[in-house]
């Protein structure tokens, strides 16, 4: 594991910015995930859409500024998703301890943004293809166990019938 950190200052605040890499095996830009379909537009239910985005807001919640719990439930979510992980990164803020990152998948995303301090994190999962994004809710419920869960569907890309 190791540890980076950067300074940021201007007239008005101080960024102290904190990034610490667990596992940097995964893959880079620099590889490629092969891709033999022409898109992969999902077919449910009579709609036809390019991916579901859910809007995740996790009130109550506890270990938002904890890194290795962070990045731990997102490459559990990715993998209950059925999802293609490409690269984890991840900021953590101080005083405040929140984390802000985004897992990059080749289905899409997984986005957070932290607030400890209000014990509140917003998530954003964005998949197409043959994930299953409902699945990633439920393990980050599980790892950061709030209080209340909002979350709104989106269906991103939706066909029109012409």
């Known amino acids: 594991?190791?540890?980076?950190?950067?300074?940021?200052?201007?007239?008005?605040?101080?960024?102290?910015?904190?990034?610490?890499v667990i596992d940097d095996?995964?893959?880079?830009?620099?590889?490629?995930?092969?891709?033999?379909t022409l898109d992969h537009f999902i077919c449910r239910d009579g709609k036809?859409?390019?991916?579901?985005?859910l809007i995740v807001d996790m009130w109550g919640a506890?270990?938002?500024?904890n890194l290795e719990v962070m990045e731990r439930a997102l490459r559990e979510a990715v993998d209950a998703a059925k999802a293609t992980l490409l690269h984890i990164h991840l900021h953590h803020f101080t005083p405040n301890g929140g984390i802000s990152g985004v897992a990059v998948l080749a289905e899409s995303h997984i986005s957070v943004h932290s607030?400890?301090?209000?014990?509140?994190?917003?998530?954003?999962?964005?998949?197409?293809?043959?994930s299953v994004p409902e699945k990633a809710v439920e393990v980050l419920k599980a790892a950061f166990t709030p209080t209340r869960v909002e979350v709104e569907t989106i269906l991103?890309?939706?066909?029109?019938?012409?």
């Open 25 to 36: 095996n995964w893959p880079t830009h620099d590889q490629q995930v092969g891709d033999t």
């Open 115 to 130: 607030w400890p301090e209000r014990e509140y994190a917003a998530f954003d999962v964005f998949m197409c293809g043959d």
């Open 62 to 65: 506890k270990r938002l500024d």
């Open 1 to 20: 594991m190791s540890e980076n950190v950067l300074v940021t200052k201007n007239d008005h605040f101080e960024i102290i910015e904190k990034t610490t």
């Open 48 to 53: 036809v859409f390019a991916g579901t985005h």
């Open 156 to 162: 991103r890309g939706e066909v029109q019938d012409s």
